[in-house]
């Protein structure tokens, strides 16, 4: 059974960084690339970015690519995205997914003072 | 960014009714490839997105032969036939040709 288990969120204050992660099983998380998609509490969705299985190439969404950086980490099958400089804007709950096809649960980050 | 316009937004629906949900896009989906990335998701109370549809009107696994796919370059459409109790949540479409890929606002399907 493929499963897709996100961690890391919070309450952060605006500026702070923070990384969040994606414990994949249930496949060769190797062979896929992966994605970050976050829906804000207004439930808009926005696609953050993904990253090649290999972990050689990334795509950003061109509002958050100063900002966040997505890696992995294929011995731990574990996709990482490390936010920097948060803003309230980027409250929401963060999901990992590969092909929009398995998702996981969501972590949700708030960023408040 | 590709704009993917959903209608209606909210959508009221009896058990057995059969409902369609519209998605238009700012530019053509048709991928240099041939393909066609518009997939389509239902999100369900307290839940996480679920794929349905993928490249226009390609059923996921698992998903029941109640819903449907359809569209070209830059208007589709999802249509249920026969809302049932399951079904009730928020559809999006998305597009995955184009990066940065986009969402649709959304389509609540309620219970009349």
């Known amino acids: 059974e493929v499963q897709l288990v996100e961690s890391g969120g919070g309450l952060v204050q605006p500026g702070a960084s923070l990384k969040l992660s994606c414990v994949a099983s249930?496949?060769?998380?190797?062979?896929?690339?992966m994605s970050w998609v976050r829906q804000t509490p207004g439930k808009t969705m926005e696609w953050i970015g993904d990253i090649k299985y290999d972990g050689s190439y990334t795509n950003y969404a061109p509002s958050l690519k100063n900002r966040f950086t997505i890696s992995r980490d294929n011995a731990k099958s574990t996709l990482y995205l490390q936010m920097s400089n948060v803003r309230s804007e980027d409250t929401a709950t963060y999901y990992c997914?590969?092909?929009?096809?398995?998702w996981g649960q969501g972590v949700m980050v708030t960023v408040s003072s | 960014d590709v704009v993917l316009t959903q209608t209606p937004p909210t959508l009221s629906a009896t058990i057995g009714q059969s409902v369609s949900i519209s998605c238009r896009s700012s530019?053509?989906?048709?991928?240099?490839?041939?393909?066609?990335?518009l997939n389509w998701l239902l999100q369900r109370p307290g839940q996480s997105p679920q794929l349905l549809i993928y490249?226009?009107?390609n059923l996921e696994s698992g998903v029941p032969n109640r819903f449907s796919g359809s569209g070209s370059e830059t208007d589709f459409t999802l249509k249920i036939s026969g809302v049932e109790a399951e079904d009730l949540g928020v559809y999006y479409c998305m597009q995955a040709t184009h990066a940065p890929y986009t969402f649709g606002a959304g389509t609540k399907l309620e219970l009349k």
């Open positions: 490249s226009v009107s």
């Open positions: 249930g496949f060769t998380f190797s062979d896929y690339w």
């Open positions: 997914t590969y092909y929009f096809d398995y």
């Open positions: 530019q053509s989906l048709l991928d240099s490839d041939g393909d066609t990335y």
